[in-house]
């Protein structure tokens, strides 16, 4: 069945549908989802429908027949664009990558879809690469519509291993009108692909229905940077710790303010408590957790406000207790690794969502 403008149709082989919007030279037609995105496919992976009907995985799907019938083409003249809507917000660059299970249920054998989400009000040109045996490989490469999420791949467990790394180069524009200038942006990144087995950690997030596993690739304009850690950096981080672990503390403010918008938080119990005489290993680190869980309710409606946890390298007891606070009871803020230049392994930065 010839597919036109304004037809339902659902994918073959990839889960969704939605409105045909327009079409990309003759073998790609554009359709608008439920959300209001607009995602390119295949005619051939296309399939008209007449009414809402159950959606189902391409590894579920039973097989269909479409019967051809002739038709006759009469030229028909394209729908007008949509009007860009911008934000006030949409002025700077948010860019993610985002990874999904195509069966949560099943996380331990299941594939994954890729997707491209740009959180801005500019059009970007851009190409997504992973590179392997040190020649880089391009897996996507076009143009995606202001605040737009846009389809890459699927790919299967076995292959995890090509995505350790990945880039992604992207030129900022907008059309037919003045824009504020951007730079050029190349950012690689390492991935831990373990994540891809724990089911955690695909996150509630404001892009997908379902969990996912984001990595940002520019927020707030300015572009992630992977972090290199310098053989001399390393010996001098441990030095300087050991220097500070020797020194006599007093209690202060555990709340510092770094920079304008950064917060440093010392959670070590020396910082807490003038006495611990009497208090247990499990008394001490409850005492630390309520102190990290009170910052955390303190600022949890300034969006954007940036937290850095100092808990220290030890074993691993605190850091570990931290990050399942984050993934469970504070799972929709993000957190990553602090500046080791500053505070070595012993820091956590959360950034309020």
């Not at 036109?4 to 073998?27: A, P, Y």
């Not at 059009?123 to 202001?146: D, H, K, V």
């Not at 001490?284 to 406000?305: C, I, P, S, T």
Request: charged share 30%.
């Amino acid at each position: 069945m010839e597919i036109k403008i304004g037809d339902k149709v659902r994918f073959l082989n990839s889960t969704g549908g939605g409105i045909v919007r327009g079409f990309q030279g003759k073998d790609q037609v554009l359709v608008e989802d439920e959300d209001g995105f607009e995602i390119p496919a295949l005619r051939r992976e296309c399939v008209v429908v007449g009414s809402d009907g159950p959606q189902v995985h391409s590894s579920h799907k039973p097989k269909i027949q479409v019967p051809v019938e002739p038709v006759i083409e009469t030229p028909k003249q394209e729908e007008p664009a949509a009007p860009i809507v911008e934000t006030r917000e949409g002025e700077r660059l948010n860019i993610f990558l985002a990874y999904l299970p195509t069966d949560a249920k099943a996380i331990q054998s299941c594939g994954y879809e890729a997707y491209f989400i740009n959180d801005s009000n500019y059009f970007l040109a851009f190409n997504y690469m992973s590179r392997e045996n040190n020649s880089w490989t391009s897996r996507y490469n076009g143009m995606i519509e202001p605040n737009t999420k846009i389809f890459l791949e699927e790919f299967e467990k076995a292959d995890l291993n090509g995505l350790e790394r990945i880039c992604v180069q992207l030129i900022a524009f907008k059309k037919d009108k003045p824009f504020a200038l951007k730079n050029a942006i190349s950012v690689e990144l390492h991935v831990d692909t373990t994540k891809f087995y724990k089911l955690h950690c695909f996150m509630e997030n404001d892009y997908f229905n379902e969990g996912a596993l984001l990595f940002p690739i520019v927020r707030e304009d300015v572009p992630e940077r992977e972090l290199l850690i310098s053989a001399g950096d390393l010996q001098e981080a441990m030095l300087e710790k050991a220097r500070e672990e020797r020194k006599p503390h007093s209690a202060k403010n555990i709340v510092r303010k770094k920079t304008s918008t950064i917060l440093e938080v010392d959670l070590h119990i020396h910082e807490l408590l003038d006495n611990t005489t009497g208090l247990s290993n499990g008394d001490m680190l409850n005492y630390q957790l309520d102190k990290f869980r009170e910052v955390m309710d303190q600022y949890a409606d300034q969006k954007g406000q940036k937290i850095v946890f100092i808990h220290g390298k030890g074993d691993g007891v605190l850091r570990k207790a931290i990050e399942k606070e984050l993934n469970t009871r504070y799972k929709r803020h993000y957190y990553q690794d602090a500046s080791f230049r500053e505070y070595g392994f012993g820091a956590t930065m959360v950034t309020i969502k």
